[in-house]
Structure formats: structure tokens, C-alpha cells
């Protein structure tokens, strides 16, 4: 597929786990994002949902996307996949950017996280680091498809 993966393949993976362009799973996606708001506030580190990933959660949210060359690796499009602690971490994560991230899923290889900015910037949260996915959710979609090695997200610290 070379350095590029166009839209339309990302596109059609996407369809093949129940996406579609105008599908928005409503009240369900708030939901979600209220309990990882009230959870986050519990832990102590309140975590703001921005409207990037809002929007990211009506379209994308419940899905559960296998990648094609490791289907044992999985996105959870989710945000409240995670562990008792991760607010802190993520708010520190947030602090380090100066801008406000709030998860949107998780990876079922070794607890990674994605989460979203304001901008709609993707970032990735592992024990290993912390890396930029994307510019947005395509661009995200597509550098995880692609299997290839994420940007340090230490070039994008204030």
C-alpha cells in the first residue's frame, strides 16, 4: 500500500465494522462520555470532553476495529476503557501539550490509549510513552492501519 493509505481503504475498513457516514449513536455516546467525566472527577483529575471528540464519539463510538495484519490487536472506540488512576496521568499528559485531551478508546495491546485534543488531534498513551497519532481521526485511522511507527509526542510539548 506504500507510505499512504488513501481514505477509501480506511473508509472501507471502517464500513466493515459498522461504520457509516451518517451514523451517530446519539444519547448513547453521551452517555459513555458522562460516566468517563463523572469517573475522571471521582479520581480527582476532571476531564473535559472537547467538542473534536464529541463529534469523534457520535460517529465512531462502540465500535470495535480489528486491525487487518493483527486481529488480536483492536481499537475499543470507548472512553471509558481504562484503569483506576488514568485521570491523573491523562491530565498530566494534557498539561504537558497545553491543551485539553479527553480519551476516546483503547487498544487491547498492553493498555494503550487514544485520546483526542481540542484541535482533534489523535495521541496515543502506552507504558512505553506518549506519541502524536494523527492530525485527525483519518489520519489516525490510517497510521494505525498502516502499522507504522508513531511520532513522540514530546515534539508537541508547550
Known amino acids: 500500500m506504500g507510505a499512504e493509505i488513501p481514505k477509501?481503504?480506511?473508509e472501507e475498513w471502517?464500513?466493515?465494522h459498522g461504520w457509516s457516514p451518517e451514523r451517530d449513536i446519539g444519547d448513547q455516546a453521551d452517555r459513555l462520555i458522562a460516566e468517563r467525566v463523572e469517573d475522571s472527577t471521582r479520581q480527582g483529575h476532571p476531564l473535559r470532553p472537547s467538542e473534536a471528540s464529541v463529534r469523534f464519539l457520535h460517529s465512531f463510538g462502540g465500535l470495535d476495529l480489528a486491525y487487518p495484519e493483527t486481529p488480536e490487536i483492536r481499537?475499543?472506540?470507548d472512553p471509558t476503557v481504562g484503569y483506576e488512576g488514568d485521570a491523573a496521568e491523562f491530565a498530566e499528559f494534557s498539561e504537558d501539550l497545553g491543551r485539553p485531551l479527553f480519551p476516546v478508546g483503547?487498544?487491547?495491546s498492553e493498555a494503550g490509549f487514544l485520546l483526542m485534543d481540542d484541535l482533534g488531534?489523535?495521541?496515543y498513551q502506552h507504558w512505553s510513552g506518549r506519541y502524536y497519532v494523527g492530525e485527525d481521526a483519518w489520519g489516525a485511522f490510517a497510521k494505525?492501519?498502516?502499522?507504522?511507527?508513531?511520532q513522540d509526542a514530546e515534539d508537541f510539548y508547550v
Open 75 to 77: 481499537w475499543i472506540v
Open 106 to 108: 483503547g487498544e487491547t
Open 121 to 123: 488531534r489523535c495521541f
Open 8 to 10: 477509501s481503504v480506511v
Open 144 to 150: 494505525r492501519l498502516r502499522g507504522t511507527l508513531m
Open 14 to 16: 471502517l464500513r466493515s
